[in-house]
Protein backbone atom coordinates (compact mmCIF):
# COMPACT_ATOMS: atom_id res chain seq x y z
CA UNK A 1 0.00 0.00 0.00
CA UNK A 2 2.81 2.53 -0.72
CA UNK A 3 2.35 3.24 -3.82
CA UNK A 4 -0.96 5.11 -3.40
CA UNK A 5 -1.72 8.22 -5.06
CA UNK A 6 -2.77 11.27 -3.01
CA UNK A 7 -6.24 12.31 -3.86
CA UNK A 8 -8.25 15.57 -3.42
CA UNK A 9 -11.73 16.24 -3.39
CA UNK A 10 -14.24 19.00 -5.14
CA UNK A 11 -18.13 18.75 -4.21
CA UNK A 12 -18.15 17.15 -0.64
CA UNK A 13 -21.46 16.94 -0.81
CA UNK A 14 -23.35 12.82 0.66
CA UNK A 15 -22.13 11.22 -2.24
CA UNK A 16 -18.98 13.04 -2.12
CA UNK A 17 -18.55 12.95 1.28
CA UNK A 18 -18.79 9.56 1.54
CA UNK A 19 -16.66 8.39 -1.13
CA UNK A 20 -13.98 10.14 0.69
CA UNK A 21 -14.63 8.39 3.76
CA UNK A 22 -14.77 5.06 1.78
CA UNK A 23 -11.26 5.80 0.33
CA UNK A 24 -9.95 7.20 3.75
CA UNK A 25 -11.05 3.74 5.39
CA UNK A 26 -9.45 2.00 2.21
CA UNK A 27 -6.06 3.58 3.28
CA UNK A 28 -5.40 6.54 0.95
CA UNK A 29 -4.35 9.70 1.93
CA UNK A 30 -7.30 12.62 1.06
CA UNK A 31 -5.13 15.58 1.18
CA UNK A 32 -7.48 18.26 0.44
CA UNK A 33 -11.35 19.00 -0.30
CA UNK A 34 -13.12 22.04 -1.58
CA UNK A 35 -16.99 22.71 -1.67
CA UNK A 36 -18.81 25.96 -2.67
CA UNK A 37 -20.41 25.36 1.15
CA UNK A 38 -17.54 25.61 2.82
CA UNK A 39 -18.85 24.34 6.33
CA UNK A 40 -18.99 20.94 4.62
CA UNK A 41 -15.44 20.82 3.31
CA UNK A 42 -13.70 22.23 7.07
CA UNK A 43 -16.25 19.64 8.79
CA UNK A 44 -14.84 16.77 6.18
CA UNK A 45 -11.28 17.75 6.35
CA UNK A 46 -11.27 17.67 10.51
CA UNK A 47 -12.86 14.29 9.95
CA UNK A 48 -10.48 13.10 7.51
CA UNK A 49 -7.28 14.57 8.53
CA UNK A 50 -6.49 16.90 4.81
CA UNK A 51 -7.21 20.52 4.65
CA UNK A 52 -10.01 22.69 3.57
CA UNK A 53 -9.02 23.91 0.48
CA UNK A 54 -10.08 27.37 -0.53
CA UNK A 55 -8.75 28.23 -4.43
CA UNK A 56 -9.31 25.38 -7.01
CA UNK A 57 -5.97 25.22 -7.74
CA UNK A 58 -4.92 24.35 -4.06
CA UNK A 59 -7.10 21.65 -4.60
CA UNK A 60 -4.92 19.77 -7.99
CA UNK A 61 -1.31 20.95 -6.40
CA UNK A 62 -2.16 19.23 -2.96
CA UNK A 63 -2.84 15.79 -5.03
CA UNK A 64 -1.95 13.62 -7.57
CA UNK A 65 -5.65 12.43 -8.56
CA UNK A 66 -8.64 14.93 -7.95
CA UNK A 67 -12.23 13.42 -7.56
CA UNK A 68 -14.63 16.17 -8.87
CA UNK A 69 -18.77 15.07 -8.01
CA UNK A 70 -20.13 18.58 -8.22
CA UNK A 71 -23.77 19.17 -9.49
CA UNK A 72 -24.46 19.94 -12.27
CA UNK A 73 -23.38 20.94 -16.03
CA UNK A 74 -22.32 24.53 -15.01
CA UNK A 75 -20.26 23.57 -11.84
CA UNK A 76 -18.14 21.41 -14.25
CA UNK A 77 -17.03 24.28 -16.64
CA UNK A 78 -16.96 26.33 -13.90
CA UNK A 79 -13.98 24.35 -12.09
CA UNK A 80 -12.49 23.46 -14.65
CA UNK A 81 -11.96 27.01 -15.85
CA UNK A 82 -11.75 28.67 -12.13
CA UNK A 83 -8.51 27.16 -11.62
CA UNK A 84 -8.44 23.36 -11.33
CA UNK A 85 -6.19 23.41 -14.34
CA UNK A 86 -3.42 25.45 -12.69
CA UNK A 87 -0.55 23.15 -12.32
CA UNK A 88 -2.20 20.19 -13.65
CA UNK A 89 0.55 18.30 -15.92
CA UNK A 90 0.30 14.64 -15.28
CA UNK A 91 -2.86 14.91 -12.49
CA UNK A 92 -5.60 12.50 -12.98
CA UNK A 93 -9.33 14.04 -12.84
CA UNK A 94 -11.84 11.54 -12.40
CA UNK A 95 -15.72 13.31 -12.92
CA UNK A 96 -18.20 11.59 -11.39
CA UNK A 97 -21.19 13.89 -11.51
CA UNK A 98 -24.08 13.11 -13.73
CA UNK A 99 -23.47 15.78 -16.29
CA UNK A 100 -24.74 16.23 -19.87
CA UNK A 101 -22.42 13.91 -22.33
CA UNK A 102 -20.72 16.34 -24.37
CA UNK A 103 -19.29 18.57 -20.86
CA UNK A 104 -17.11 14.88 -20.71
CA UNK A 105 -15.72 15.06 -24.19
CA UNK A 106 -14.72 18.94 -22.91
CA UNK A 107 -13.61 18.63 -19.67
CA UNK A 108 -11.18 15.95 -21.57
CA UNK A 109 -9.80 18.09 -24.34
CA UNK A 110 -9.12 20.65 -21.83
CA UNK A 111 -7.51 18.32 -19.80
CA UNK A 112 -5.02 16.59 -22.30
CA UNK A 113 -4.26 20.38 -24.17
CA UNK A 114 -2.82 20.82 -20.18
CA UNK A 115 -1.15 17.59 -20.16
CA UNK A 116 -3.37 16.04 -17.52
CA UNK A 117 -5.71 12.80 -17.93
CA UNK A 118 -9.46 12.41 -17.29
CA UNK A 119 -12.06 9.80 -16.67
CA UNK A 120 -15.58 10.27 -16.32
CA UNK A 121 -16.91 7.91 -13.84
CA UNK A 122 -20.72 7.31 -13.57
CA UNK A 123 -22.49 6.28 -10.29
CA UNK A 124 -25.35 4.49 -10.89
CA UNK A 125 -26.25 4.06 -7.15
CA UNK A 126 -26.53 6.05 -4.03
CA UNK A 127 -24.74 7.52 -0.72
CA UNK A 128 -25.02 4.09 0.99
CA UNK A 129 -23.19 2.28 -1.88
CA UNK A 130 -20.69 5.23 -1.95
CA UNK A 131 -19.73 4.96 1.74
CA UNK A 132 -19.17 1.02 1.84
CA UNK A 133 -17.74 1.18 -1.49
CA UNK A 134 -20.38 -1.00 -3.40
CA UNK A 135 -20.87 1.92 -6.18
CA UNK A 136 -21.76 0.74 -9.77
CA UNK A 137 -19.26 2.64 -11.94
CA UNK A 138 -19.47 3.45 -15.61
CA UNK A 139 -16.20 4.31 -16.93
CA UNK A 140 -15.08 6.46 -20.01
CA UNK A 141 -12.32 8.16 -21.48
CA UNK A 142 -8.67 6.91 -22.49
CA UNK A 143 -8.24 3.63 -21.84
CA UNK A 144 -4.97 4.57 -19.94
CA UNK A 145 -6.80 6.61 -17.43
CA UNK A 146 -8.98 4.02 -16.73
CA UNK A 147 -5.85 2.06 -15.78
CA UNK A 148 -4.50 4.33 -13.72
CA UNK A 149 -7.63 4.97 -11.92
CA UNK A 150 -8.71 1.61 -10.81
CA UNK A 151 -6.56 1.20 -7.86
CA UNK A 152 -9.18 3.86 -6.78
CA UNK A 153 -12.53 2.55 -8.89
CA UNK A 154 -12.03 -1.30 -7.33
CA UNK A 155 -11.97 0.56 -3.23
CA UNK A 156 -15.15 2.74 -4.84
CA UNK A 157 -17.37 0.01 -6.62
CA UNK A 158 -17.42 -3.56 -7.01
CA UNK A 159 -16.42 -3.87 -10.68
CA UNK A 160 -15.59 -0.50 -12.10
CA UNK A 161 -16.85 -0.77 -16.02
CA UNK A 162 -14.91 1.08 -18.66
CA UNK A 163 -17.72 1.54 -21.49
CA UNK A 164 -16.20 3.41 -24.06
CA UNK A 165 -14.77 7.15 -25.22
CA UNK A 166 -15.63 10.41 -23.08
CA UNK A 167 -18.92 10.90 -22.62
CA UNK A 168 -19.96 7.18 -23.61
CA UNK A 169 -20.70 6.29 -19.78
CA UNK A 170 -22.57 9.35 -19.48
CA UNK A 171 -24.95 9.24 -22.22
CA UNK A 172 -25.20 4.81 -20.88
CA UNK A 173 -26.10 6.46 -17.20
CA UNK A 174 -28.53 9.07 -18.96
CA UNK A 175 -30.08 6.01 -20.58
CA UNK A 176 -29.75 3.98 -17.14
CA UNK A 177 -31.73 7.11 -14.93
CA UNK A 178 -34.05 7.64 -17.77
CA UNK A 179 -35.92 4.11 -17.62
CA UNK A 180 -35.92 4.38 -13.95
CA UNK A 181 -37.39 7.34 -13.25
CA UNK A 182 -40.43 6.51 -15.84
CA UNK A 183 -40.22 2.43 -14.13
CA UNK A 184 -40.69 4.82 -10.94
CA UNK A 185 -43.18 7.15 -12.16
CA UNK A 186 -45.51 4.18 -14.22
CA UNK A 187 -45.17 1.97 -10.54
CA UNK A 188 -46.22 5.34 -8.46
CA UNK A 189 -49.26 5.01 -10.70
CA UNK A 190 -49.59 1.48 -10.07
CA UNK A 191 -49.81 2.07 -6.41
CA UNK A 192 -51.43 5.15 -6.53
CA UNK A 193 -54.18 3.71 -8.51
CA UNK A 194 -54.74 0.41 -6.85
CA UNK A 195 -54.63 2.63 -3.29
CA UNK A 196 -57.50 4.73 -4.56
CA UNK A 197 -59.32 1.15 -5.35
CA UNK A 198 -58.95 -0.01 -1.47
CA UNK A 199 -56.52 -2.67 -2.88
CA UNK A 200 -54.04 -3.58 -0.17
CA UNK A 201 -51.10 -2.23 -1.14
CA UNK A 202 -48.98 -4.59 0.80
CA UNK A 203 -50.62 -7.88 -1.44
CA UNK A 204 -50.52 -5.63 -4.90
CA UNK A 205 -46.41 -5.30 -4.37
CA UNK A 206 -46.49 -8.79 -3.98
CA UNK A 207 -48.57 -9.53 -7.21
CA UNK A 208 -46.04 -6.87 -8.78
CA UNK A 209 -42.70 -8.71 -7.79
CA UNK A 210 -44.30 -12.01 -8.92
CA UNK A 211 -45.71 -11.04 -12.49
CA UNK A 212 -44.42 -8.61 -15.08
CA UNK A 213 -44.97 -5.56 -13.35
CA UNK A 214 -41.83 -6.71 -11.46
CA UNK A 215 -38.52 -3.72 -11.07
CA UNK A 216 -35.32 -2.87 -9.24
CA UNK A 217 -37.66 0.68 -8.25
CA UNK A 218 -40.52 -2.06 -6.95
CA UNK A 219 -37.78 -3.24 -4.38
CA UNK A 220 -36.26 0.06 -3.92
CA UNK A 221 -39.25 2.48 -3.77
CA UNK A 222 -42.36 0.19 -3.25
CA UNK A 223 -42.33 0.36 0.57
CA UNK A 224 -41.60 4.12 0.47
CA UNK A 225 -44.13 5.16 -1.62
CA UNK A 226 -47.25 3.27 0.49
CA UNK A 227 -45.50 4.70 3.66
CA UNK A 228 -44.74 7.78 2.03
CA UNK A 229 -41.24 7.61 3.50
CA UNK A 230 -39.58 10.13 1.25
CA UNK A 231 -36.06 10.66 2.64
CA UNK A 232 -33.86 11.44 -0.01
CA UNK A 233 -31.39 9.32 -1.47
CA UNK A 234 -31.79 10.16 -5.28
CA UNK A 235 -33.85 13.28 -5.43
CA UNK A 236 -36.85 14.13 -7.30
CA UNK A 237 -34.91 17.31 -8.70
CA UNK A 238 -31.68 15.37 -9.64
CA UNK A 239 -34.51 13.04 -11.46
CA UNK A 240 -35.62 15.57 -13.46
CA UNK A 241 -32.66 17.28 -14.36
CA UNK A 242 -31.22 13.20 -15.63
CA UNK A 243 -34.35 12.71 -17.71
CA UNK A 244 -34.02 16.23 -18.96
CA UNK A 245 -30.36 14.84 -20.57
CA UNK A 246 -31.40 12.14 -22.06
CA UNK A 247 -34.46 13.82 -23.72
CA UNK A 248 -31.90 16.31 -25.20
CA UNK A 249 -29.85 13.90 -26.45
CA UNK A 250 -33.25 12.03 -27.89
CA UNK A 251 -33.83 15.61 -29.29
CA UNK A 252 -30.63 15.77 -30.67
CA UNK A 253 -31.40 12.58 -32.61
CA UNK A 254 -35.31 13.31 -33.92
CA UNK A 255 -36.35 10.59 -31.54
CA UNK A 256 -39.72 11.13 -29.88
CA UNK A 257 -39.75 9.21 -26.89
CA UNK A 258 -43.41 9.84 -24.81
CA UNK A 259 -43.04 8.02 -21.86
CA UNK A 260 -39.66 10.33 -20.48
CA UNK A 261 -41.38 13.30 -21.55
CA UNK A 262 -44.31 12.17 -19.49
CA UNK A 263 -42.08 11.46 -16.96
CA UNK A 264 -39.69 14.32 -16.69
CA UNK A 265 -43.14 16.66 -16.32
CA UNK A 266 -44.16 14.60 -13.30
CA UNK A 267 -40.80 15.67 -12.00
CA UNK A 268 -40.63 18.84 -13.01
CA UNK A 269 -44.28 19.55 -11.10
CA UNK A 270 -42.91 18.74 -8.25
CA UNK A 271 -40.23 20.42 -7.93
CA UNK A 272 -42.36 23.65 -8.94
CA UNK A 273 -44.22 22.13 -6.00
CA UNK A 274 -41.31 22.54 -3.91
CA UNK A 275 -40.80 18.86 -3.34
CA UNK A 276 -37.82 18.25 -5.54
CA UNK A 277 -35.67 17.40 -2.46
CA UNK A 278 -37.73 14.37 -1.36
CA UNK A 279 -36.67 11.18 -3.09
CA UNK A 280 -37.55 10.43 -6.69
CA UNK A 281 -40.44 7.95 -4.43
CA UNK A 282 -41.88 11.38 -3.73
CA UNK A 283 -43.47 11.21 -6.98
CA UNK A 284 -46.00 9.06 -5.54
CA UNK A 285 -47.08 12.10 -3.88
CA UNK A 286 -48.75 13.29 -7.05
CA UNK A 287 -50.58 9.76 -7.81
CA UNK A 288 -52.25 9.11 -4.79
CA UNK A 289 -55.64 10.77 -3.77
CA UNK A 290 -55.70 12.89 -1.16
CA UNK A 291 -51.66 13.31 -1.23
CA UNK A 292 -49.62 16.31 -2.22
CA UNK A 293 -52.16 19.41 -1.75
CA UNK A 294 -50.94 22.28 -3.63
CA UNK A 295 -49.12 20.25 -6.14
CA UNK A 296 -51.86 20.71 -9.03
CA UNK A 297 -53.75 18.04 -11.38
CA UNK A 298 -51.07 18.49 -13.78
CA UNK A 299 -52.94 17.85 -17.61
CA UNK B 1 -58.32 -39.33 -9.21
CA UNK B 2 -62.03 -40.04 -9.50
CA UNK B 3 -63.80 -37.37 -8.28
CA UNK B 4 -62.25 -35.14 -10.64
CA UNK B 5 -65.13 -32.90 -11.80
CA UNK B 6 -65.42 -32.76 -16.06
CA UNK B 7 -64.18 -29.75 -18.08
CA UNK B 8 -65.64 -27.36 -20.69
CA UNK B 9 -64.21 -24.61 -22.43
CA UNK B 10 -65.98 -21.68 -24.35
CA UNK B 11 -62.51 -19.79 -25.84
CA UNK B 12 -59.92 -21.91 -27.32
CA UNK B 13 -57.46 -19.67 -28.53
CA UNK B 14 -53.71 -19.89 -27.90
CA UNK B 15 -54.33 -19.59 -24.31
CA UNK B 16 -57.74 -21.51 -23.87
CA UNK B 17 -56.53 -24.27 -26.08
CA UNK B 18 -53.14 -24.75 -24.09
CA UNK B 19 -55.04 -24.94 -20.62
CA UNK B 20 -57.44 -27.19 -21.93
CA UNK B 21 -54.11 -29.49 -22.98
CA UNK B 22 -53.20 -28.98 -19.75
CA UNK B 23 -55.62 -29.98 -17.99
CA UNK B 24 -56.05 -32.93 -20.26
CA UNK B 25 -52.40 -33.82 -19.22
CA UNK B 26 -53.35 -33.81 -15.66
CA UNK B 27 -56.25 -36.25 -15.94
CA UNK B 28 -59.09 -33.94 -16.58
CA UNK B 29 -62.01 -34.72 -18.89
CA UNK B 30 -62.35 -31.71 -21.03
CA UNK B 31 -66.04 -33.08 -22.30
CA UNK B 32 -66.58 -30.30 -25.05
CA UNK B 33 -64.92 -27.22 -26.50
CA UNK B 34 -66.96 -23.94 -28.13
CA UNK B 35 -65.17 -21.22 -30.25
CA UNK B 36 -66.63 -18.80 -32.20
CA UNK B 37 -64.18 -20.12 -34.87
CA UNK B 38 -65.25 -23.48 -35.07
CA UNK B 39 -62.04 -25.21 -37.10
CA UNK B 40 -60.34 -24.30 -33.73
CA UNK B 41 -62.53 -25.99 -31.58
CA UNK B 42 -63.03 -29.14 -34.29
CA UNK B 43 -58.86 -29.39 -34.06
CA UNK B 44 -58.81 -29.14 -30.33
CA UNK B 45 -61.92 -31.23 -29.84
CA UNK B 46 -59.98 -34.18 -31.93
CA UNK B 47 -56.54 -33.70 -30.39
CA UNK B 48 -58.37 -34.33 -26.72
CA UNK B 49 -61.19 -36.61 -27.57
CA UNK B 50 -63.89 -34.19 -26.35
CA UNK B 51 -66.98 -33.02 -28.35
CA UNK B 52 -67.30 -29.57 -30.12
CA UNK B 53 -70.17 -27.49 -29.01
CA UNK B 54 -72.26 -25.51 -31.41
CA UNK B 55 -74.29 -23.85 -28.61
CA UNK B 56 -72.90 -22.58 -25.55
CA UNK B 57 -76.07 -24.54 -23.77
CA UNK B 58 -74.60 -27.84 -24.95
CA UNK B 59 -71.48 -26.75 -23.11
CA UNK B 60 -72.83 -26.27 -20.13
CA UNK B 61 -74.67 -29.41 -19.99
CA UNK B 62 -71.57 -31.16 -20.92
CA UNK B 63 -69.24 -30.55 -17.81
CA UNK B 64 -69.80 -29.53 -14.18
CA UNK B 65 -66.73 -27.07 -14.51
CA UNK B 66 -66.98 -23.98 -17.34
CA UNK B 67 -63.61 -22.25 -18.24
CA UNK B 68 -64.43 -19.40 -20.33
CA UNK B 69 -61.14 -17.46 -21.79
CA UNK B 70 -62.89 -15.00 -24.48
CA UNK B 71 -61.64 -11.70 -25.51
CA UNK B 72 -63.22 -8.92 -24.54
CA UNK B 73 -65.89 -7.36 -22.25
CA UNK B 74 -68.31 -7.80 -25.07
CA UNK B 75 -67.74 -11.54 -25.48
CA UNK B 76 -68.31 -12.18 -21.78
CA UNK B 77 -71.82 -10.34 -22.22
CA UNK B 78 -72.82 -12.27 -25.01
CA UNK B 79 -71.63 -15.65 -24.02
CA UNK B 80 -73.22 -15.54 -20.15
CA UNK B 81 -77.09 -13.84 -22.02
CA UNK B 82 -76.10 -16.36 -25.42
CA UNK B 83 -77.29 -19.66 -23.77
CA UNK B 84 -74.52 -20.52 -21.40
CA UNK B 85 -76.30 -20.00 -18.38
CA UNK B 86 -79.45 -22.59 -19.55
CA UNK B 87 -79.31 -25.61 -17.10
CA UNK B 88 -76.20 -24.17 -14.85
CA UNK B 89 -77.96 -24.85 -11.59
CA UNK B 90 -74.88 -26.37 -9.67
CA UNK B 91 -72.33 -25.49 -12.61
CA UNK B 92 -69.04 -23.26 -11.74
CA UNK B 93 -67.96 -21.07 -14.44
CA UNK B 94 -64.47 -20.03 -14.14
CA UNK B 95 -63.98 -16.82 -16.19
CA UNK B 96 -59.54 -15.97 -17.16
CA UNK B 97 -60.50 -13.16 -19.69
CA UNK B 98 -59.03 -9.95 -18.69
CA UNK B 99 -62.16 -7.88 -18.84
CA UNK B 100 -63.12 -4.39 -16.80
CA UNK B 101 -63.24 -5.92 -13.60
CA UNK B 102 -67.31 -4.35 -13.29
CA UNK B 103 -67.73 -7.22 -16.00
CA UNK B 104 -66.77 -9.86 -12.78
CA UNK B 105 -69.72 -8.85 -10.72
CA UNK B 106 -72.30 -8.22 -13.50
CA UNK B 107 -71.34 -12.45 -13.99
CA UNK B 108 -71.55 -13.03 -10.29
CA UNK B 109 -74.55 -11.49 -10.19
CA UNK B 110 -76.16 -13.86 -13.63
CA UNK B 111 -74.35 -17.00 -12.23
CA UNK B 112 -76.23 -16.71 -8.65
CA UNK B 113 -79.59 -16.15 -9.57
CA UNK B 114 -79.46 -19.25 -11.38
CA UNK B 115 -78.13 -20.82 -8.84
CA UNK B 116 -74.29 -21.47 -10.71
CA UNK B 117 -71.04 -20.27 -8.91
CA UNK B 118 -68.76 -18.30 -10.68
CA UNK B 119 -65.19 -17.43 -10.03
CA UNK B 120 -62.86 -14.68 -11.99
CA UNK B 121 -59.30 -16.21 -12.48
CA UNK B 122 -57.10 -13.24 -14.04
CA UNK B 123 -53.97 -14.70 -15.41
CA UNK B 124 -51.04 -13.00 -15.30
CA UNK B 125 -48.66 -15.15 -17.42
CA UNK B 126 -48.54 -16.18 -20.91
CA UNK B 127 -49.00 -19.29 -23.57
CA UNK B 128 -46.01 -21.41 -22.28
CA UNK B 129 -46.91 -21.10 -18.75
CA UNK B 130 -50.74 -21.99 -19.89
CA UNK B 131 -48.93 -25.00 -21.12
CA UNK B 132 -46.70 -26.18 -18.53
CA UNK B 133 -49.30 -25.40 -15.38
CA UNK B 134 -47.32 -22.30 -14.37
CA UNK B 135 -49.74 -19.36 -14.81
CA UNK B 136 -49.81 -17.08 -11.95
CA UNK B 137 -53.58 -16.75 -11.02
CA UNK B 138 -55.37 -13.99 -9.46
CA UNK B 139 -59.08 -14.94 -8.88
CA UNK B 140 -61.78 -13.26 -7.23
CA UNK B 141 -65.78 -14.26 -6.43
CA UNK B 142 -66.75 -16.18 -3.85
CA UNK B 143 -64.26 -18.23 -1.05
CA UNK B 144 -66.57 -21.16 -1.79
CA UNK B 145 -66.15 -21.18 -5.17
CA UNK B 146 -62.22 -20.66 -5.09
CA UNK B 147 -62.01 -23.72 -2.83
CA UNK B 148 -63.91 -25.89 -5.40
CA UNK B 149 -62.32 -24.66 -8.47
CA UNK B 150 -58.75 -25.48 -6.04
CA UNK B 151 -58.03 -28.42 -7.66
CA UNK B 152 -58.33 -27.57 -11.37
CA UNK B 153 -56.37 -24.21 -10.65
CA UNK B 154 -53.63 -25.85 -9.10
CA UNK B 155 -53.27 -27.55 -12.22
CA UNK B 156 -53.01 -24.74 -14.21
CA UNK B 157 -50.39 -22.66 -11.85
CA UNK B 158 -48.45 -22.86 -9.50
CA UNK B 159 -50.06 -20.97 -6.50
CA UNK B 160 -53.44 -19.78 -7.22
CA UNK B 161 -53.97 -16.67 -5.19
CA UNK B 162 -57.25 -15.47 -3.54
CA UNK B 163 -57.78 -11.58 -3.93
CA UNK B 164 -61.11 -11.04 -2.67
CA UNK B 165 -64.59 -9.98 -3.94
CA UNK B 166 -65.58 -10.58 -7.83
CA UNK B 167 -63.83 -7.92 -9.70
CA UNK B 168 -61.04 -7.03 -7.44
CA UNK B 169 -58.74 -9.73 -9.28
CA UNK B 170 -59.53 -7.97 -12.27
CA UNK B 171 -58.45 -4.86 -11.11
CA UNK B 172 -55.57 -6.10 -9.87
CA UNK B 173 -54.79 -7.36 -12.99
CA UNK B 174 -55.08 -3.88 -14.76
CA UNK B 175 -52.81 -2.57 -12.84
CA UNK B 176 -49.84 -5.59 -12.89
CA UNK B 177 -50.47 -4.91 -16.65
CA UNK B 178 -50.47 -0.86 -16.98
CA UNK B 179 -47.22 -0.97 -15.21
CA UNK B 180 -45.68 -3.79 -17.21
CA UNK B 181 -46.95 -1.69 -20.64
CA UNK B 182 -45.22 1.26 -19.31
CA UNK B 183 -41.99 -0.57 -18.29
CA UNK B 184 -41.94 -2.40 -21.40
CA UNK B 185 -42.38 1.11 -23.49
CA UNK B 186 -39.60 2.98 -21.58
CA UNK B 187 -37.58 -0.19 -22.11
CA UNK B 188 -37.95 0.91 -25.66
CA UNK B 189 -37.45 4.16 -25.69
CA UNK B 190 -34.04 3.52 -23.48
CA UNK B 191 -32.71 0.80 -26.23
CA UNK B 192 -33.69 2.58 -28.67
CA UNK B 193 -32.10 5.74 -27.76
CA UNK B 194 -29.14 3.90 -26.89
CA UNK B 195 -29.25 2.53 -30.53
CA UNK B 196 -29.58 5.86 -31.90
CA UNK B 197 -26.59 6.52 -30.15
CA UNK B 198 -24.42 3.99 -31.45
CA UNK B 199 -24.31 2.18 -28.24
CA UNK B 200 -23.77 -1.57 -27.85
CA UNK B 201 -27.06 -2.91 -26.89
CA UNK B 202 -26.00 -6.07 -25.46
CA UNK B 203 -23.94 -4.34 -23.15
CA UNK B 204 -26.50 -1.52 -22.19
CA UNK B 205 -29.10 -3.89 -21.72
CA UNK B 206 -26.61 -5.97 -18.91
CA UNK B 207 -25.68 -2.91 -17.49
CA UNK B 208 -29.62 -1.95 -16.89
CA UNK B 209 -29.70 -5.49 -15.27
CA UNK B 210 -26.81 -4.52 -12.99
CA UNK B 211 -29.02 -1.04 -12.23
CA UNK B 212 -32.10 1.01 -11.26
CA UNK B 213 -33.35 0.27 -14.88
CA UNK B 214 -33.77 -3.46 -13.76
CA UNK B 215 -37.32 -5.07 -14.86
CA UNK B 216 -39.25 -7.73 -15.65
CA UNK B 217 -39.52 -6.75 -19.19
CA UNK B 218 -35.99 -6.09 -19.48
CA UNK B 219 -35.99 -9.87 -19.04
CA UNK B 220 -38.34 -11.02 -20.95
CA UNK B 221 -38.74 -8.36 -23.74
CA UNK B 222 -34.93 -6.58 -23.82
CA UNK B 223 -33.27 -9.08 -26.17
CA UNK B 224 -36.61 -9.26 -28.52
CA UNK B 225 -36.42 -5.57 -28.53
CA UNK B 226 -32.91 -5.85 -29.99
CA UNK B 227 -33.62 -8.48 -32.17
CA UNK B 228 -36.47 -7.29 -33.48
CA UNK B 229 -38.10 -10.75 -32.90
CA UNK B 230 -41.90 -9.70 -31.96
CA UNK B 231 -43.58 -13.18 -32.08
CA UNK B 232 -46.21 -12.62 -30.02
CA UNK B 233 -46.93 -13.56 -26.40
CA UNK B 234 -48.91 -10.59 -25.35
CA UNK B 235 -50.06 -8.59 -28.37
CA UNK B 236 -49.70 -4.97 -28.43
CA UNK B 237 -53.52 -5.06 -28.88
CA UNK B 238 -54.04 -6.27 -26.18
CA UNK B 239 -51.56 -3.97 -24.26
CA UNK B 240 -53.75 -1.12 -25.70
CA UNK B 241 -57.04 -3.02 -23.91
CA UNK B 242 -55.26 -3.55 -20.12
CA UNK B 243 -54.12 0.09 -20.47
CA UNK B 244 -57.41 1.00 -21.45
CA UNK B 245 -58.83 -0.95 -18.64
CA UNK B 246 -56.61 0.82 -15.85
CA UNK B 247 -57.17 4.13 -17.27
CA UNK B 248 -61.24 3.83 -17.02
CA UNK B 249 -60.85 3.10 -13.33
CA UNK B 250 -58.43 5.66 -13.06
CA UNK B 251 -60.46 8.12 -14.95
CA UNK B 252 -63.50 7.21 -12.20
CA UNK B 253 -61.05 7.77 -9.55
CA UNK B 254 -60.39 10.98 -11.03
CA UNK B 255 -56.69 9.99 -11.06
CA UNK B 256 -54.56 11.19 -13.28
CA UNK B 257 -51.61 8.74 -14.59
CA UNK B 258 -50.06 10.54 -17.86
CA UNK B 259 -47.34 7.84 -18.05
CA UNK B 260 -49.91 5.02 -18.51
CA UNK B 261 -51.86 7.49 -20.70
CA UNK B 262 -48.33 8.02 -23.07
CA UNK B 263 -48.15 4.39 -22.98
CA UNK B 264 -51.96 3.64 -24.08
CA UNK B 265 -50.89 6.27 -26.89
CA UNK B 266 -48.01 4.24 -28.11
CA UNK B 267 -50.07 1.07 -28.25
CA UNK B 268 -52.73 2.59 -29.78
CA UNK B 269 -50.59 3.95 -32.43
CA UNK B 270 -49.22 0.06 -33.37
CA UNK B 271 -52.81 -1.14 -33.31
CA UNK B 272 -53.37 2.32 -35.72
CA UNK B 273 -50.70 1.21 -38.30
CA UNK B 274 -51.47 -2.50 -38.04
CA UNK B 275 -48.73 -3.81 -35.73
CA UNK B 276 -51.32 -4.46 -33.34
CA UNK B 277 -50.89 -8.41 -33.73
CA UNK B 278 -47.37 -8.16 -33.07
CA UNK B 279 -45.65 -8.97 -29.28
CA UNK B 280 -46.28 -6.01 -27.07
CA UNK B 281 -42.19 -5.90 -27.29
CA UNK B 282 -42.96 -4.61 -30.83
CA UNK B 283 -43.35 -1.09 -29.37
CA UNK B 284 -39.87 -0.73 -29.91
CA UNK B 285 -40.22 -0.05 -33.59
CA UNK B 286 -41.99 3.35 -32.33
CA UNK B 287 -38.87 4.45 -30.50
CA UNK B 288 -35.87 3.02 -32.64
CA UNK B 289 -34.16 5.26 -35.73
CA UNK B 290 -35.36 3.76 -39.22
CA UNK B 291 -37.38 1.25 -37.96
CA UNK B 292 -41.88 1.34 -37.87
CA UNK B 293 -41.97 2.89 -41.64
CA UNK B 294 -45.51 4.17 -41.64
CA UNK B 295 -46.35 4.31 -37.98
CA UNK B 296 -46.39 7.53 -37.59
CA UNK B 297 -43.83 10.05 -35.49
CA UNK B 298 -46.73 10.68 -32.65
CA UNK B 299 -46.80 13.81 -31.59
Not at 20 to 32: E, H, I, W
Not at 159 to 187: F, H, W
Request: aromatic share 4%.
Amino acid sequence: MTNLEKIAFVGVGRMGANMARRLKDSGFTVAAVYDVHTPAAQELAQELGGTVATELKTVTASADVIITVVTDDRAMKSIFTGGLLTGAKGKLFINCATVTPAIHEWVQQRCQAKGAQSLEACMASSITQARQGTLYLMCGGEREAFDRALPILEKLGTSPRYIGAAGKAAQVKALVNMVMNANTAALAEGLGLGDALGLDLTMLREVFSQTGARSGVLQTDGEDMQNRDHACFFSAAHAAKDSGIALKLAKAQHLNLPLAAATKKQYDRMVQAGLGGLDKSGIAELTFKGRGKGVGTGN
